[in-house]
């Protein structure tokens, strides 16, 4: 290679080595521009700021200034506030929802806290109280403070039952759809403990009030055990209390839902189609009682029902028609059942005592006075089973042969 091709090259290659050290040289300024804030932009001569409008960057600068002097502050006055607190002093409880305080009652329940568990359900009760009664959260929360109280009372804790129970009845007066089944069962409970606690001093002090409520607030409610149960009892104490409306509306509420309940069970719908009957004869009402008098017989008959059965349906059939002037007809039936008594298949001890007493309002309807009062007198001699039925029957009875005794003519001497 000649020494004038040599030249050009050698100048090509200081050419690039210049233009590498220059864009290193770039890079490196480039770099250690990173390392340094970029200056704060200068105002323009041409529009000058004026101290009426700061410019965005001047109050930004100004709030971040004031924000970082006076975080400080803040923590000084947070420290010195910890300091002073009283640590006895009570902390409030976080505000908790209706579901979070039914679980801790449940919870306290189970730890046997009852006091807590009426406090939090209480609370519950408040956070639902705007809703309308039929809303499923609020009757649960009621069904839970029913439960309390029945538990409460079972655990002999009665005058903390009783507050609460005392409650929720002033609650169901108020709103009757709140009552559930709960509630019936806690009825039932109270009345029978208050009634027994008020024989035990020798008052008079009738449930009928509180059972009556119950039974009138279960109306919304579809059929269960439980209301039928309360219906029958509430049926039977109406009637002996002479409030015949209840009793009748009881008893007819107690045969719908047994039919509801167990239509297949022919013998429950007998049994209670005589107790309709004998509240329907109470209230004069003849044609409803003769329909269910004649329906029960009729299903004992068709069950193959035992003797007692049978027997306490004729004769309540029977006193139904003598009532209505059938006395031929009526005088058949009494002494049919009658003649139940000395068979060989055995009578239990109600149908022993019914069965001569219904025979005996017969003889008496029939003119046959004599024969009343002795067999009213042989109803009378059996003995008391307890129950407060036959404690009413044996008084009904008492208060009739008095009656006759008092209205039926001498007896003629020989």
């Not at 000084?76 to 679980?103: G, I, K, M, N």
């Not at 046997?112 to 109280?129: H, I, T």
């Not at 009783?162 to 806690?186: G, H, Q, S, W």
């Not at 209670?272 to 004869?281: E, H, S």
């Amino acid at each position: 290679m000649n020494e004038n091709m040599k030249k050009p090259m050698k100048r090509d290659r200081r050419i690039r080595a210049v233009w590498m050290l220059l864009l290193m040289g770039g890079i490196a300024a480039g770099c250690a521009s990173l390392n340094y804030d970029e200056p704060a932009p200068q105002a323009s001569p041409a529009t000058p700021q004026s101290a009426a409008a700061p410019s965005a960057q001047t109050e930004t600068n100004d709030l971040a200034a004031d924000t970082t002097a006076s975080t400080p502050v803040r923590r000084e006055t947070r420290r010195a506030r910890l300091s002073r607190q009283d640590p006895d002093a009570p902390v409030d409880e976080v505000a908790r929802s209706w579901r979070e305080l039914a679980r801790l009652a449940r919870e306290s329940v189970q730890n046997g806290e009852f006091a807590r568990a009426d406090e939090l359900l209480a609370q519950a009760a408040f956070q639902l109280k705007d809703r309308p009664p039929t809303n499923t959260q609020r009757r649960t929360i009621f069904g839970l403070r029913a439960r309390l109280a029945h538990d409460l009372a079972a655990l002999d804790q009665v005058e903390r039952a009783d507050a609460l129970t005392d409650v929720l009845i002033d609650e169901v007066r108020a709103e009757p759809e709140l009552a559930d089944a709960a509630f019936v069962t806690l009825a039932q409970a109270t009345a029978a403990r208050r009634g027994a606690d008020a024989r035990k001093a020798g008052r008079e002090e009738s449930q009928l009030p509180l059972l009556a409520l119950a039974f009138d607030a279960s109306q919304s409610a579809p059929a269960s055990r439980e209301r039928l149960a309360l219906a029958f009892e509430v049926s039977g104490m109406a009637l002996r209390a002479g409030d015949l409306d209840l009793a009748r509306r009881a008893i007819d509420q107690t045969v719908l839902d047994a039919q509801i309940l167990a239509p297949a069970d022919r013998m429950q719908t007998a049994a209670l189609k005589i107790y309709k009957a004998r509240i329907a004869l109470a209230q004069r009402d003849l044609a409803a009682a003769e329909v269910a008098a004649h329906a029960a017989v009729r299903i004992f008959e068709q069950q193959k029902a035992d003797g007692s059965n049978r027997g306490v349906a004729e004769a309540t059939l029977g006193q139904v028609l003598a009532e209505k002037g059938e006395l031929e007809r009526a005088l058949e039936l009494g002494r049919g059942a009658y003649a139940r008594l000395s068979g060989e298949e055995k009578i239990v001890p109600q149908a022993q005592r019914q069965i001569p007493a219904c025979l005996a309002r017969i003889e008496w309807l029939a003119g046959e006075h004599d024969a009343a009062g002795s067999h009213y007198r042989e109803a009378l001699s059996v003995p008391a089973d307890g129950s407060e039925r036959d404690e009413e029957l044996i008084h009904d009875i008492k208060s009739a042969l008095a009656e006759l005794e008092t209205s039926a003519p001498p007896a003629t001497t020989p």
